[in-house]
């Protein structure tokens, strides 16, 4: 069954789309937390970070180079912004298709609390 980003990459559901090439969609998030926040994801359906195969490294490798590429396009680069990939449940992944957040545009804070 096809998940929520592969119907917008497939343009099947709208998005404001940032960025699209053979391999990677990017897609503002409709919840942001920061004045910066993009989802990047594969093109192709993959359910996580451990679904990862070895052939798939040009894949993964393209998210860093597209959330580099769009970081500084949005201005974002030289202040500093956060990657985040959620893996699995206790990840806190909750759409079940690869996906990288590049959020920024503000101070961030610390990445976890401590409870």
């Keep these: 069954m096809p998940t929520i980003f592969s119907k917008i990459v497939s343009g099947e559901i709208p998005a404001d789309i940032v960025h699209q090439d053979d391999l990677i969609t990017a897609f503002r998030d409709v919840s942001p937390a ?16 451990d679904d990862l195969d070895d052939g798939q490294a040009e894949v993964a490798g393209r998210m860093f180079l597209v959330a580099r590429d769009l970081a500084r396009k949005e201005g974002i680069a030289e202040g500093g912004y956060r990657l985040i990939i959620n893996s699995g449940p206790h990840g806190g992944q909750e759409v079940m298709h690869l996906h990288m957040h590049l959020i920024g545009g503000r101070p961030l804070g610390p990445m976890l609390s401590k409870a």
């Design 34 to 49: 920061a004045p910066t926040h993009i989802l990047i994801v594969p093109n192709q359906e993959i359910t996580g970070v």
